[in-house]
């Protein structure tokens, strides 16, 4: 696991997904070397790179070019480059051009869930994997949904992580933002 510190990251694009995030997302995944994986709003690339070194291929995919060159340096420095493709688009018209994966990770929709769910059920490998890692109340409702109405058996799990500050008179608790990941696998 690459620490959180270790990643470039700027205000303007979201990231990095927190460590412990990433290695419960890597643990669903199950993630091999023969893996294919499109990971949909990237943006600074923690995950992309962390697939990068366990999976043969990673579509990384952003409509933001700030996040694709963040994502490009995070690589360099930390991940596997030449087997990364980065495709500057929104999911719903990167997804077209992609022919099949195994693994998807749908980061971020742009408001286009249920679109970008339809072309990863069509385009899913078959016994394929979709993780949703979900910050938003209405993004865990929707994905869920549409999940259930593409005939998946979704489950969700709620994470809430804090980390330790250590103060004069002893270890302060800091809480982060509480995560749900939604996934599910394709029978």
């Given amino acids: 696991m690459i620490e959180d510190e270790d990643f470039i990251k ?9 460590s412990e995030i990433r290695a419960i997302l890597l643990y669903k995944s199950n993630v091999t070397a023969d893996d294919v994986v499109v990971d949909i ?17 990673v579509y990384s995919l952003d409509k933001n ?16 480059f030449e087997c990364v493709d980065l495709i500057e688009n ?8 992609i022919d099949s994966f195994d693994i998807a990770i749908v980061g971020g929709s742009g408001r286009d869930m249920e679109p970008i ?17 979900c910050i938003l109340v209405d993004t865990k409702v929707e994905s869920v949904n549409k999940l ?16 330790g500050r250590v103060i004069d008179r002893g270890i302060m608790m800091m809480a982060q933002n509480p995560i749900a990941i939604v996934s599910a696998k394709k029978r």
């Fill in 65 to 80: 070019p700030e996040a694709l060159k963040i994502t490009e340096k995070n690589l360099k420095k930390s991940g596997r």
């Fill in 41 to 57: 709003g990237c943006g600074t690339g923690g995950l992309t790179t962390e697939f990068s070194l366990r999976a043969k291929k």
């Fill in 90 to 97: 929104d999911g719903v018209s990167a997804l077209k051009d």
């Fill in 148 to 163: 259930k109405s593409l005939g998946y058996n979704p489950q969700i799990v709620e994470i809430n992580v804090s980390k």
């Fill in 117 to 133: 769910l339809d072309l990863v059920d069509e385009k899913l490998n078959s016994k394929g994997r979709i993780l949703i890692p």
């Fill in 10 to 18: 700027t205000c303007d694009v979201p990231g990095p997904t927190k």
